[in-house]
């Protein structure tokens, strides 16, 4: 099986821009999580979709949104950029509806870089 | 809120001797815990997971955990270290949904 895939990979963007990054989760994975890992807060829960539906976001402002699509492929859009959002964002999806206490497997990351 | 505490954001040991990371966690329950490791540029691969099915937990590459309740730990540990080992380590503990983080331990292998 493919794993979970990532585009693009590197981006660079200028404040005040809007970005949307792409997930692709294992085939027949219905639960897709994002993170943000940066190297003075490491990483920090994004949002997790199960289904089409959020189930459960973190502490990041409205900028930061998500979407799932019936066939598990999710988005992340950020808008507004802010230099602060420089980060390694991290997809993550798993098998089940168990959440957090499941196997959560990652992609490679898109790398984004807010001048 | 569960919090996972990581001692030591660098650890240095000689090629071939004890690797030991260190997890400490909050929870009144016995959560669902987790060990991953990140290579450079690459996102986080699962170590070990313990459920509670056994307080030893072994891992791929040689890795194991064992989970003390008592301590509220959840330490890593490999006998013998190999410079492929060379990596940032996180220990995650599940809250709901989601995984709560450690901070990453960098593991230093000296030839």
């Known amino acids: 099986k493919a794993g979970v895939t990532q585009t693009p990979r590197y981006l660079i963007k200028t404040r005040g821009q809007q970005v949307t990054l792409s997930c692709s989760p294992i085939s027949g994975h219905r639960s897709v999580s994002w993170y943000q890992q940066t190297p003075g807060q490491g990483l920090q829960f994004l949002f997790e979709y199960f289904s089409e539906t959020q189930r459960n976001k973190g502490n990041f402002p409205g900028r930061f949104s998500g979407r799932q699509f019936s066939n598990s492929r999710s988005e992340m859009n950020v808008s507004t950029l802010e230099l602060g959002d420089s980060a390694l964002y991290l997809c993550?999806?798993?098998?089940?509806?168990?959440?957090?206490?499941?196997?959560?497997?990652f992609g490679p990351g898109t790398r984004l870089t807010v001048l | 809120a569960q919090s996972v505490t990581q001692l030591g954001s660098h650890v240095s040991v000689s090629e071939g001797a004890l690797v030991l990371l260190r997890c400490n966690y909050s929870?009144?329950?016995?959560?669902?815990l987790f060990w991953y490791v990140q290579y450079p540029n690459q996102g986080l691969q699962l170590l070990l997971k313990?459920?509670?099915?056994a307080t030893l937990v072994k891992g791929i590459n040689g890795f194991e955990a064992e989970f003390k309740k008592s301590e509220t730990s959840f330490h890593l540990t490999k006998p013998s270290a190999h410079m492929r080992d060379a990596a940032e380590y996180f220990c995650?503990?599940?809250?709901?949904?989601?995984?709560?983080w450690g901070a990453g331990t960098k593991l230093i292998i000296k030839p």
């Open positions: 929870s009144s329950v016995p959560p669902y």
């Open positions: 995650a503990v599940s809250e709901g949904y989601q995984l709560i």
């Open positions: 993550a999806s798993s098998p089940s509806d168990r959440g957090g206490t499941d196997t959560q497997y």
């Open positions: 313990y459920t509670s099915a």
